[in-house]
């Protein structure tokens, strides 16, 4: 697949730190999951449909192409009208993806429509104080980014309990993660007046790809370094993590 913005394609070079910090959503937040069979919402190319086993699962994107080779049931779908009927799936696993939908409402409804009694959601999306900057989404395939305090209460309406946690990187990924955000400081800062704001989204998405295919090219040694083992959850100090995650369940009926 073309390397974008929109989904991870790709561990080489640049794209390492990325694809480990993916990989370690779904392993950190696997055990939240019952026995039940799991729909991966959003799932891209099924880069860690393995870490699901011993259940069975289901991969969802809009993306047809990405959906290709994985050895599981697929459907190319979008997440606010999920073709399965009621009470499917004893989990939903949806990581990185629901901030690529303008309405999140009704990606949730669908879920809560989908599930089981009793069944449990997991929702990781980028944290908006730390991922680019707190006051303004850089990353033109966002609709919108939570900070942990409006992830719960965007969750809260739908689950019988809504419990958030944070993912954190290690000292080692703090350090590359810093030196992206230095980077991405010096670029912002050519454009004092922010007149980013007027331009098209479709524009900022091909601009966007450019400058990220461009910039991880060349990856540094700690770019390549990173691992899963680089991630831990917490549930303290959420403001501070890199990811959040909404452990979310259904009653039992």
Same mark, same amino acid.
């Given at each position: 697949?073309?390397?974008t913005?929109?989904?991870v394609?790709?561990?080489?070079?640049?794209?390492n730190?990325t694809?480990q910090?993916?990989?370690?959503?779904?392993?950190l937040?696997?055990?939240?999951?019952?026995?039940g069979?799991?729909?991966?919402?959003?799932?891209?190319?099924?880069?860690?449909?393995?870490?699901?086993?011993p259940?069975?699962?289901?991969g969802?994107d809009?993306?047809?192409l990405a959906l290709?080779?994985?050895?599981r049931?697929l459907a190319?779908?979008d997440?606010?009208r999920?073709?399965f009927a009621r009470?499917?799936?004893?989990?939903?696993?949806?990581?990185q993806s629901?901030?690529?939908?303008p309405?999140?409402?009704?990606?949730?409804t669908?879920m809560? *429509?989908v599930? #089981? %009694?009793?069944?449990?959601?997991?929702?990781?999306t980028?944290?908006? +104080?730390?991922?680019? $900057?707190?006051?303004?989404?850089?990353?033109p395939?966002?609709?919108?980014?939570?900070?942990?305090?409006?992830l719960?209460?965007?969750c809260?309406?739908y689950?019988?309990?809504?419990?958030?946690l944070?993912i954190?990187g290690?000292?080692?990924?703090?350090?590359?993660?810093h030196?992206e955000?230095?980077?991405l400081?010096?670029l912002?800062s050519?454009d004092?007046?922010?007149l980013?704001?007027?331009?098209?989204?479709?524009?900022?998405?091909?601009l966007?790809?450019?400058?990220l295919?461009?910039h991880? *090219?060349h990856? #540094? %040694?700690l770019a390549?370094s990173?691992?899963?083992e680089?991630?831990? +959850?917490s549930?303290? $100090?959420?403001d501070e993590?890199l990811?959040?995650?909404a452990?979310?369940?259904?009653?039992?009926?």
């Amino acid at each position: 697949m073309t390397v974008t913005g929109e989904r991870v394609t790709t561990r080489t070079g640049g794209f390492n730190p990325t694809w480990q910090r993916h990989v370690s959503d779904y392993a950190l937040c696997v055990p939240f999951l019952g026995p039940g069979r799991v729909l991966d919402v959003g799932c891209g190319i099924g880069h860690s449909a393995a870490l699901l086993a011993p259940r069975p699962s289901v991969g969802l994107d809009l993306s047809p192409l990405a959906l290709a080779g994985q050895e599981r049931p697929l459907a190319a779908a979008d997440m606010r009208r999920l073709p399965f009927a009621r009470a499917s799936f004893g989990g939903i696993m949806s990581v990185q993806s629901i901030e690529h939908v303008p309405d999140p409402a009704r990606a949730l409804t669908e879920m809560v *429509r989908v599930l #089981e %009694p009793g069944g449990t959601a997991v929702i990781v999306t980028p944290n908006r +104080l730390t991922f680019g $900057r707190p006051d303004e989404i850089i990353d033109p395939y966002h609709y919108f980014e939570c900070d942990p305090a409006e992830l719960h209460a965007m969750c809260r309406p739908y689950f019988t309990s809504v419990e958030v946690l944070g993912i954190f990187g290690s000292e080692r990924y703090m350090e590359f993660h810093h030196q992206e955000r230095r980077k991405l400081d010096a670029l912002l800062s050519l454009d004092p007046l922010r007149l980013r704001r007027f331009v098209p989204r479709a524009v900022k998405q091909r601009l966007y790809d450019q400058q990220l295919t461009r910039h991880r *090219r060349h990856p #540094e %040694p700690l770019a390549l370094s990173i691992v899963p083992e680089d991630f831990f +959850l917490s549930a303290d $100090r959420l403001d501070e993590s890199l990811d959040l995650v909404a452990v979310c369940r259904t009653a039992v009926s």
